[in-house]
């Protein structure tokens, strides 16, 4: 069974640009989560999709939104890039979300010129 | 939020060594997992232990919820254990993540 796939690895932009990262799930799972990993605040949860719809969500500011479609691949978007948005973000996937467990992907390293 | 603390923060080892990891939370959680961030920054899921006790191979794992703590045993080392160890637990669906036991073993 194939993992959890990101795209694209890497990622370069400058500020105020916008951005879309990409997780494909497992085959079977229905939860698409997604975190952002920097040096300063560790992992962060930004949140969760299930059957297309934003079931929880952590405390980022609206600049950072996502969505999941039919077959549950997820996209994430920032918009008005900031320096500190440079970090590794990372995609998970689990059968239905909180109470499974989660299976990461490789992640996406933005940097933000 | 929940405050996740993981202890210690650095860890070296010899390789053959044993070694104990601990993850403490601040309030009652629904589940808890323990992952592994091996060198090129993949997050790996050892264990999804809400309670009790698991065991996968060299690597066993408690979580004592009552008490709000759970421990990640790894025996007999080796190199390729090196990397971050990370405990996350999960409370009405938010996420929280500990800041990581960073291991290195010593060939």
């Known amino acids: 069974k194939a993992g959890v796939t990101q795209t694209p690895r890497y990622l370069i932009k400058t500020r105020g640009q916008q951005v879309t990262l990409s997780c494909s799930p497992i085959s079977g799972h229905r939860s698409v989560s997604w975190y952002q990993q920097t040096p300063g605040q560790g992992l962060q949860f930004l949140f969760e999709y299930f059957s297309e719809t934003q079931r929880n969500k952590g405390n980022f500011p609206g600049r950072f939104s996502g969505r999941q479609f039919s077959n549950s691949r997820s996209e994430m978007n920032v918009s008005t890039l900031e320096l500190g948005d440079s970090a590794l973000y990372l995609c998970a996937s689990s059968l239905w979300g909180p109470g499974s467990p989660l299976h990461f992907g490789n992640g996406t390293r933005l940097t933000v010129t | 939020g929940i405050q996740v603390e993981q202890s210690p923060p650095d860890l070296i080892l010899q390789e053959g060594a044993n070694s104990t990891l601990r993850c403490n939370f601040s309030d009652s959680v629904n589940n808890l997992q323990w992952f592994h961030q091996n060198p090129w920054g993949q997050l790996i899921n050892l264990f999804y232990?809400?309670?009790g006790t698991k065991q996968n191979g060299r690597l066993s794992a408690t979580t004592v919820a009552t008490e709000r703590y759970s421990l990640l045993y790894i025996s007999s080392s080796q190199t390729t254990d090196s990397g971050v160890y990370f405990c996350a637990v999960e409370r009405v669906g938010q996420f929280y993540f500990g800041t990581g036991t960073s291991l290195t073993v010593i060939p």
């Open positions: 232990i809400p309670s």
